[in-house]
């Protein structure tokens, strides 16, 4: 029902910068939160940022201040400007969205597949 693809990890430096994006599409009526999870090897899925429809934001306390989250509600896309990347920041970066389809015509929570963002020493 909606699709999600998510672009943009790669490997990096400590101290660099990556951008991810997140295309919803799909039978879609209106997305609320949108949000980005990480999750590292042998650790559980941590939520990293949300943003609202109207643009309020979240933070998880590790990345306040370096990253960024914000949406283009006109093409159903969400992104996350990450600026001075730790190692610890190396995990799968998964987009998540709360939308409404034509076809659910209630509020359900989607996932994308999921994008490696790899930060070396």
């Known amino acids: 029902q909606v699709q999600l693809v998510e672009s943009g990890g790669d490997l990096v430096q400590a101290g660099g910068s990556l951008r991810l994006s997140c295309a919803a599409s799909g039978s879609i009526l209106r997305i609320d939160t949108m949000a980005w999870y990480r999750q590292a090897p042998g650790k559980q899925r941590e939520l990293v940022t949300t943003?609202?429809?109207?643009?309020?934001?979240r933070y998880a306390g590790s990345v306040q201040g370096r990253f960024i989250i914000s949406r283009d509600n006109a093409k159903n896309t969400v992104y996350l400007q990450m600026n001075s990347l730790k190692p610890e920041d190396t995990a799968v970066y998964y987009c998540n969205v709360d939308a409404i389809t034509r076809v659910s015509m209630e509020l359900l929570k989607y996932w994308g597949q999921g994008t490696q963002v790899t930060v070396s020493s």
């Open positions: 943003i609202t429809r109207d643009g309020r934001t």
